[in-house]
């Protein structure tokens, strides 16, 4: 089964956020300019819901 991390921030780069930096175990601190705060990235997304929950709080809309 492939994850969902990778589609995940390749959505979040070509919508103009950019990677921040290294939180707490496997996981990224992005910035998106339409997200009131920074989106929190697991490195193994493995559930659609997930993935489609990070892009919401992105502000972008659904992709999985």
């Known amino acids: ?12 780069r070509r919508a103009g956020c950019r990677f921040d930096r290294y939180g707490k175990g496997d996981h990224e601190i992005w910035l998106c300019p339409n997200a009131r705060r920074p989106i929190i990235v697991d ?5 659609r819901h997930t ?3 990070i892009l ?9």
Not at 1 to 12: F, H, K, N, S, T
Not at 56 to 62: D, E
Request: glycine letters at 10%; proline letters at 7%.
């Open 51 to 53: 993935a489609n929950g």
């Open 43 to 47: 490195n193994r997304i493995k559930s």
């Open 1 to 12: 089964m492939a994850g969902y991390a990778d589609p995940v921030r390749e959505i979040l």
């Open 56 to 64: 919401k709080q992105a502000g972008l809309p659904k992709a999985f």
